[in-house]
Each structure stands twice: as C-alpha cells, then as structure tokens.
DNA sequence: ATGAAAGCGCTAACAC
DNA sequence: GTGTTAGCGCTTTCAT
C-alpha cells in the first residue's frame, strides 16, 4: 500500500496525495477529502525512508549519552523524546558505556541514518571522535564544550550559581571546614564545577582546605571511598560538597556505616538533583540542574540549527541556570552556637 | 557522495561498490581492494534509508517501554542497545508514559519508520492499540501476553520460581504473618506475582490473610502507603513481600518514618532486582528478574521472526526465570526462638 | 565476475 | 489547482 494505491483509488494523481498528506493550502477540498478518506480507510502511513530519500531531511536527532542506567539521563531521554514527538522527529539514542570503540561506533550509526543532528550529552567525553560529524556538517550541541565551530552549539551550564547558593547555605549554618568531592577530573563539567566551589569560597573568605578536596568519579562507590578519606583528616569536615548526587549517596551510604548521623554530625548536599535524590533518607539537599530543561535547549539548539540556512561562523551559545533545592540532609554544625533570637549571645 | 561517486572513481560499476560493501563473496578481490580504499579515502558510509527502502527492511526494532524514568527499564534498553548494535540493527526507542494516546504515537512512529519488529515492554498495557501492527504483519513480542498469533512472540515470566524461593526463605525465618504487597492489579504481571505468592503460600501450609494483602501501585509511594495501612491491621506482619522493588522501597522508607527497624522488626522481599535494590539500606534481598536476559530474549525473538519466512501459527513462547537473591532486607521473625545448633531447646 | 538498468516510495519542478 | 515525470541512493535482476 503506498502513495500510488491510494492516488489510484481517489482517482487523483500522486503528487495530489503527495500534496494533501503535507497539508499543502493549494489542494482542492473536494479532492483533499477524497484522498483523505481513502488514507484512513487503508490506514495509510507515509513511508519515511522514503520521504528521507527525497527531502534530504531524516527528521532523526542523535542523542549520545554515556551511560543510560545512569540515572542521570533517563530523565533527559524521556523530556528530549517527548519534545522531538511534537516536533515529528525521531530519536537514535546510543550509549558509549564510557567505551571510545563505542563511541565510534556511535557515531558511525548516526551517519548512516543520516540524522539531521546529534546532541552529545557525555560531558566532555571523547569530542575528537566527531570529526566524521564535523566534516559533514551535521548540527551538533554539546554540554560545557565551546567549540565555536559553524553548525555546532554549546549548552553552558551557570555552575557557580546554584554552587554558590549551596555554600553560603553551608556558612550560614556556621560550617567552616567545607569538603569538596570532585568528579573525575578529565571531565570539563567536573573540573568546572570544582572551580566553581573554589570561587564561592573564595568570595565569602571561606578557606579551601587542600585536604579536604577529594577526587571522586562520580559514582556511589567513589562517594564512600571518599568519605572514608575525609575521615582520616586531621580536622574532619562539618559539611561536605559533592560534584554529583551519586556521590552525595555514597557519601549517605557511608555514613551510615560509620555512624555518622546525617545532618546531625555532617550536612551533605549533592548535585544534578536527580529523581532519586528526593528518595534517599534523608532526602538529599542539592543543586538543581533541570535534565528536562537541558534537554529542550540541546534539541531547539539543533531544530535552530536545521532550520538556519545560513550558520552563525562561531556557533551559538545556549545557557542554564542551576539552583539549591533545598532539603533536609543539612544542619547547623555541629558545636556550634545559635545566635539568641534577640541578637544576644 | 554517494555510490555512483564511489564507483566512478574506483573505475567500476556501482553495482559492484554494492557487493564489495555487502560483503558478497564473488567479488573479484582486486576490484574490491580498489573500492575499498576509495570508500576509506573518502569516509563514505552507505545511506541505510535508500538501503532500507529498496530491500524492504529497515533495520530498525521499536522498543515501547511505560516510562523510561522508571528504574526498571533503562538496564533493558542498554541490553538491547547492545545486542541490537551487534546485529547492526537500530532501536526506535518510544514511552508510553502510561498515556494511551502516547501509545497510539508511538505506534504510527513505528509503522511510518517500517520498523522490521517491536518489542512491547508495557507489561500488559493496551494491546488493544496495536492492531494496526498486527494487520501489517509486524514481528511482535510480549511480555506475560499470550496472543497466539503468528509473528508474536511471547515471553513469559516464570513469576512461581522465584517467589516460592522468597517465600520459603520467609517461612524458613519462621514467619508466620506474611504480606504481599500487589502491583497495580489491571497490569497482567501484577495479577501473575500475586497469583504466584499465593500458591506458594498453599504450598507450604500458610494462610494467606486477606487483610495482609493490599493493592499497591508499583511506585515508592504506593509502598508507602500499603505499609501505613498494613501497620493498622490488628496483629501486623512480620514479613513483606512487594510485587516490585519500588513498592519495597517505600515500604523500607515508610518504615523508617515509623521507627520500625529492617529487618530487625520487619522482614521485607522486593521484585525485579533493580541496580537500586543494591543500594539501599539495608540492600534489599529481592527476586530477580534479569533485564538484560528479558532484553535479550525479546531481541532473539524479533530476530528469528524477521529471518524466518513461514512464521508459526501460534507465534513463539519464551520463557525467563526468576530467582531469589538474597541481601540484607530480611532476618530471623522478632520474637521467634532460634533452636540450639544441638538440637535441643 | 561484472555492468546496465529497473525500481523501492516519495517529493518537487515543470507543464498544463 | 492538478498531473507528469525525474530522481533521491541504493540493491538486484538480467545480460554479457
């Protein structure tokens, strides 16, 4: 069953169907009923490829994430799936599983399908393997990765925003000794988070304690082998910063094990805010950056893309905002004295 | 750059760029090395929409998952990716987001993309809306849904094995006030688990106390809820079953608002065996219901109907175990007496 | 073994 | 406003 099928059987021509299908003004009514009636009686369906042949357009967007049972993307998925819908296009979603063989892999499938675009939501993983992408053109945006190429767009997240709320939270509640846990640092979001955390410091004169900055990577695990470090410390740490949520639970998780009573004796606060966080006990004070809003800028930064004929020489640049979302895994240091209401001590 | 470009500059027809790229063995090997450095020279990759279009078959599988924010389901779609990429088939990944008119979406994006088969991974959600891949004859695997078609497969989920294990582990722990915490009852598995944790209470000679069996809805908060409601019964369980891990999950935290104590006081069993099901506190002893291996299994499933050109009457059944694992979510029943390791009381 | 050419289902330029 | 037709990039007969 195809467009000639039903051109034959409402005794139009092709182009007609053609024309209807695409809601073009020009067609008849009269005609236009016709063809219609006739798609829905055969349940006609337009055949993509087909339509991609002849367009030169996929309507397909490429979505590389690292790792989809991160929790961290599911969300992203579902807000850049649900927008693409509207859009009519469709998603090639791939996962590099952290693997640069993955990645090319990746990449090549996304060309052969021609996608119109691809979004690479991996945070500053593997950027070299794109030059395939580059070379053809293809729209791309990437996360904290200013390229200033043509047809490539750049998502900068406002880390100091959010991270600077998250600090002076902690130095309001009279925490001095503030540990930092960091991501894996060859990642560019990790490195400028940690930056950022530095800078918030600083602002407020809040010493950074060498010591009690810590690489993690972003993972549970890394969160309790990270802890277990702050520990030895000479002077523990009151409150504790992490560079993701994953971290932030695993430090929870080994608090646990210590009996370190969170936020009694330790205040932790995350970042991402994903779903989970509000699950944990107790619920996970972090800051927030929106999956689904990062979601919906990457895929206007390409449909943008697209539908420019003309591409900006050095790109263009989208930003977003991160925010403290507050929760209950904070406190007042411990120790510390709270000011009388009447402003005596 | 297309074939034509390929073979003018390889010096021979584009029907033998077709075959060295299609790997067909009768290629003369010299022309083939020529075409081959021309194809590297130049990075070409072949177009799959024209190839899809002039063979009939896309390569592309539809996956329809309920939502992919739900924990359950991203270790599925890692599977598939990863077996699907090993087969150079693509995933046309879609969510119903529990919304029939989603479900219907999803659907005309498939059949618009000729999708060579879709794996149906709602549960028992409307399957009434999929007739139109019925009528076109599109592979189609279930889970726990007998259709009996040809070109559907079903898998179906050995529910009996793993939650006998769960509950003679309970009994074995000798608890006697048993509770089982359903899904949400319209969806065709929730009814199996159920069904499954009664006869296995028959088996052994438990009774089954219809108070102690609460419908929940498969979220966190449903657990949480049924758990409130199952500590107003007049004599309280001592152990809880959960129809998903989610359910169990709530249950742990609503437990942790009342102060009851995992599995000091309360023994509590989830289901499916989520990647969080580890990371809890305590870890959760739960069944297992391996994604991967159902991600798997519904692949092979497409793919042997794809190749197969007399498709079976009755379609094909598949059949997934499931399994106990234990962790730390359950414990001896409070107030029983352990017996002496001599034997004697 | 290789090449010429038809055709997959659709869109768009052109002619009427 | 509508129809005719070329052609998107590839595979696959059918000749040779």
Same mark, same amino acid.
């Given at each position: 069953?195809?467009?000639?099928?039903?051109?034959?059987?409402?005794?139009?021509?092709?182009?007609?169907?053609?024309?209807?299908?695409?809601?073009?003004?020009?067609?008849?009514?009269?005609?236009?009923?016709?063809?219609?009636?006739?798609?829905?009686?055969?349940?006609?369906?337009?055949?993509?490829?087909?339509?991609?042949?002849?367009?030169?357009?996929?309507?397909?967007?490429?979505?590389?994430?690292?790792?989809?049972?991160?929790?961290?993307?599911?969300?992203?998925?579902? +807000?850049?799936?649900?927008?693409?819908?509207?859009?009519?296009?469709?998603?090639?979603? @791939?996962?590099?599983?952290?693997?640069?063989?993955?990645?090319?892999?990746?990449?090549?499938?996304?060309?052969?399908?021609?996608?119109?675009?691809?979004?690479?939501?991996?945070?500053?993983?593997?950027? !070299?393997?794109?030059?395939?992408?580059?070379?053809?053109?293809?729209? !791309?945006?990437?996360?904290?990765?200013?390229?200033?190429?043509?047809?490539?767009?750049?998502?900068?997240?406002?880390?100091?925003?959010?991270?600077?709320?998250?600090?002076?939270?902690?130095?309001? !509640?009279?925490?001095?000794?503030?540990?930092?846990?960091?991501?894996?640092?060859?990642?560019?979001?990790?490195? +400028?988070?940690?930056?950022?955390?530095?800078?918030?410091?600083?602002?407020?004169?809040?010493?950074?304690?060498?010591?009690?900055?810590?690489?993690?990577?972003?993972?549970?695990?890394?969160?309790?082998?990270?802890?277990?470090?702050?520990?030895?410390?000479?002077?523990?740490?009151?409150?504790?910063?992490?560079?993701?949520?994953?971290?932030?639970?695993?430090?929870?998780?080994?608090?646990?094990?210590?009996?370190?009573?969170?936020?009694?004796?330790?205040?932790?606060?995350?970042?991402?805010?994903?779903?989970?966080?509000?699950?944990?006990?107790?619920?996970? @004070? @972090?800051?927030?950056?929106?999956?689904?809003?990062?979601?919906?800028?990457?895929?206007? +930064?390409?449909? @943008?893309?697209?539908?420019?004929?003309?591409?900006?020489?050095?790109?263009?640049?989208?930003?977003?905002?991160?925010?403290?979302?507050?929760?209950?895994?904070?406190?007042?240091?411990?120790?510390?004295?709270?000011?009388?209401?009447?402003?005596?001590?």
């Amino acid at each position: 069953m195809d467009i000639r099928e039903i051109a034959k059987r409402a005794r139009v021509s092709t182009a007609t169907v053609s024309r209807t299908i695409n809601r073009i003004p020009t067609v008849n009514p009269s005609l236009a009923k016709r063809v219609w009636k006739v798609v829905d009686e055969l349940n006609y369906y337009p055949n993509t490829q087909a339509r991609a042949l002849v367009s030169g357009r996929s309507r397909i967007f490429g979505l590389i994430v690292s790792d989809i049972t991160n929790p961290f993307f599911p969300e992203i998925v579902q +807000a850049f799936e649900t927008i693409a819908v509207q859009h009519h296009y469709e998603i090639l979603l @791939t996962s590099t599983v952290h693997d640069p063989r993955r990645m090319e892999t990746s990449v090549r499938r996304m060309i052969e399908r021609r996608v119109d675009g691809v979004a690479v939501m991996t945070f500053g993983m593997e950027e !070299l393997l794109l030059e395939d992408l580059k070379a053809r053109q293809v729209p !791309l945006v990437f996360v904290d990765v200013g390229l200033a190429l043509p047809r490539v767009s750049n998502i900068k997240i406002d880390y100091l925003h959010g991270i600077r709320q998250a600090v002076q939270h902690l130095a309001a !509640l009279q925490h001095e000794r503030i540990a930092f846990i960091t991501g894996p640092l060859h990642l560019k979001s990790a490195v +400028a988070r940690r930056n950022a955390f530095v800078t918030a410091m600083d602002e407020i004169g809040l010493a950074v304690r060498p010591d009690l900055v810590i690489e993690g990577d972003h993972t549970l695990e890394g969160g309790m082998t990270a802890l277990a470090q702050l520990l030895t410390r000479q002077s523990r740490p009151t409150g504790v910063l992490c560079s993701n949520d994953m971290t932030a639970i695993g430090v929870m998780r080994q608090s646990y094990e210590e009996k370190i009573s969170i936020p009694r004796d330790l205040s932790v606060i995350g970042f991402d805010d994903i779903r989970l966080a509000q699950f944990v006990l107790p619920p996970l @004070t @972090t800051v927030q950056m929106s999956q689904a809003e990062l979601a919906r800028l990457a895929f206007r +930064a390409l449909l @943008t893309e697209v539908e420019r004929d003309t591409p900006a020489p050095q790109g263009t640049e989208y930003e977003l905002e991160t925010n403290l979302v507050l929760r209950e895994s904070t406190a007042l240091a411990p120790g510390s004295v709270r000011p009388a209401r009447n402003g005596k001590r």
